[in-house]
């Protein structure tokens, strides 16, 4: 029986050439930017004494958004914007634009990287999933954004940051504004990563922009156990019902494929759970299957590790061990996946990167970079979904 990788009790690498203090030069390829250390800044920073200044920027706008709605413990704001697309220069991600239609996702993933993001509003990163702020005029300001000859020919990754089909897309309707927009136009390349089947509501515009330009979505799963998925990530669809967005998309010519991210070591890390991720994402019909282990910066772990406490008191510990040295995990833990998950991409005949799907115009630099394909796929395999092994059970 496989079991789940074992954490150990102190760092692999005792010369700590694996565990990097903030911002490191890592060669795997990764949707999310660089990101700067938060350990002294967000709303519990310290400030010198004196008047509190005067809030700027985007502190600024969201302090007067204007309150849109409130439900479900959640509020809405409506956040004006300049722009829709913001320029991405980290050497480690494999677009040069993203969009996010939203700051703050309602789906409350405790691991989430991106709760920094509302400390630059000067907000507790704890509000993440309880304010959310929707970006006024998305769809104008996308039209106006892509006509720019700057953004001809580079690839567009939609949802690097917040899911752009949580719960508040189905009352504004932001996304589908901005791929209304994309729609409009040729010779784009265009991706978007969410973890909601609410992607497939757009089936008519994504068959519009695959007619003219290169699309293809990426499902998010990180584990097939929906007690532990709804633990993890208290308000976001099923894993099957993710699987089963994947399969609609394949069916419509869609290219489509799932991202095992992140990985959580102890948790949704075993053979048997990977293995059977990866044999449902086959069978669902994705064209790859790609995973990364967790990345907890500090807003992060102001939340994930007290659930971790709570839930998993003796993998909170090592937690804590592991991520006070640096944002990420040891570099030995981090090849044992990634060699785990290039055995699952040959067994089920699962690509590396995203393929083209209808009159596509080619990989764009950047993209063809960061997913370099060293994969050559071996014969289809038949054996059922982990079959062989049983998943262990952790709740």
Same mark, same amino acid.
Not at 304 to 316: E, G, N, T
């Given at each position: ?105 309602? $789906? ?7 709760r920094y993001t509302h400390e630059y509003m000067e907000l507790d990163s ?25 953004? =001809? ?12 089909? =949580? ?13 209304? =927009? ?103 019909? *994705?064209?790859?299957? *790609? ?8 807003? *992060? ?5 007290? $659930? ?63 997913? *370099? ?23």
């Amino acid at each position: 029986m496989a079991t789940a990788t074992t954490i150990p009790t102190t760092p692999q690498n005792s010369s700590n050439k694996g565990v990097l203090r903030g911002r490191r030069r890592d060669p795997t390829p990764t949707l999310f930017p660089d990101v700067p250390n938060q350990r002294d800044s967000g709303p519990g920073a310290l400030l010198p004494p004196g008047p509190r200044p005067e809030r700027v920027g985007i502190a600024r706008l969201a302090s007067s958004s204007p309150l849109a709605d409130a439900k479900r413990g959640t509020e809405y704001f409506l956040l004006p914007a300049r722009s829709i697309l913001n320029h991405c220069d980290s050497e480690h991600v494999p677009f040069s634009w993203t969009v996010n239609p939203y700051r703050g996702c309602e $789906f409350g993933c405790h691991y989430c990287y991106a709760r920094y993001t509302h400390e630059y509003m000067e907000l507790d990163s704890a509000d993440f999933e309880r304010k959310i702020y929707v970006k006024k005029d998305a769809g104008p300001l996308a039209g106006r954004d892509l006509a720019m000859e700057k953004v =001809q020919g580079e690839h567009i990754a939609i949802g690097t940051a917040t899911d752009p089909y =949580q719960p508040a897309e189905r009352e504004f309707g932001a996304t589908r504004a901005i791929l209304e =927009q994309m729609a409009a136009r040729s010779g784009l390349s265009v991706s978007i990563t969410t973890k909601s089947n609410q992607v497939v509501r757009d089936l008519d515009l994504l068959r519009r922009i695959a007619a003219h330009s290169t699309i293809h979505v990426n499902l998010s799963i990180t584990t097939l156990r929906p007690r532990l998925a709804r633990l993890l990530e208290p308000r976001a669809p099923r894993p099957d019902l993710r699987l089963e967005a994947v399969r609609e998309l394949r069916a419509a010519g869609i290219a489509a494929g799932v991202f095992a991210m992140p990985v959580l070591p102890g948790l949704t890390d075993s053979e048997a759970d990977l293995d059977a991720l990866a044999c449902a994402s086959r069978d669902a019909g *994705a064209q790859w299957f *790609a995973a990364r282990v967790l990345y907890l910066m500090p807003s *992060a772990q102001k939340q994930f590790l007290p $659930f971790l406490y709570a839930k998993f008191p003796k993998l909170a510990r090592r937690y804590r061990e592991w991520f006070s040295r640096s944002n990420y995990a040891p570099e030995a833990y981090n090849h044992e996946i990634s060699d785990r998950v290039a055995s699952l991409r040959k067994k089920y005949d699962l690509g590396t990167r995203p393929l083209e799907a209808g009159p596509a115009q080619g990989v764009t630099p950047q993209l063809e970079l960061a997913f *370099a394909s060293s994969n050559v796929n071996p014969p289809r395999q038949t054996d059922a979904c982990a079959a062989q092994s049983p998943l262990r059970v952790l709740i």
